[in-house]
């Protein structure tokens, strides 16, 4: 079992920053994979960001690269996603979500939401024009 808690979402104006957090715990957090996805009303929750177990290996949604950095703390069980240029249509709930499988097959992380095993609950973000 993996325990997932979000924070660090709030309201910002179009052009500022955000720095999410997701502090886990349970399993042995070096040991899997971790993921950042997004959900706006009415549309479905989709892939922003993964990294690998350790670290060294990182993917990005094409509407947030260059814009968004994700990056994992293992002694401090958290990963974080740096948001920066923030547009309004970044304005959703950002879950993150642990991929316990990729290691087992070998890869350093998946991009389907459905190969992620545990959800934190989301927070929200709200960007302004």
């Known amino acids: 079992q993996v325990q997932l808690v979000e924070s660090g979402g709030g309201l910002v104006q179009a052009g500022g920053s955000l720095r999410l957090s997701c502090a886990a715990s349970?399993?042995?957090?070096?040991?899997?994979?971790m993921g950042w996805f997004r959900q706006a009303p009415g549309k479905e929750r989709e892939f922003v960001a993964a990294?690998?177990?350790?670290?060294?290996?990182?993917y990005y949604a094409d509407s947030v690269k260059g814009r968004f950095t994700i990056s994992r703390d293992n002694a401090k069980n958290t990963v974080y996603l740096q948001m920066n240029s923030l547009k309004p249509e970044d304005t959703a709930v950002y879950y993150c979500?642990?991929?316990?499988?990729?290691?087992?097959?070998?890869?350093?992380?998946?991009?389907?939401?459905?190969?992620?095993?545990?959800w934190g609950q989301g927070t929200q973000v709200t960007v302004s024009s």
């Open positions: 990294i690998s177990w350790s670290g060294g290996s990182t």
């Open positions: 349970g399993r042995t957090f070096s040991s899997y994979a």
């Open positions: 979500a642990a991929d316990l499988n990729a290691v087992v097959a070998g890869i350093p992380f998946d991009l389907t939401r459905t190969s992620y095993d545990y």
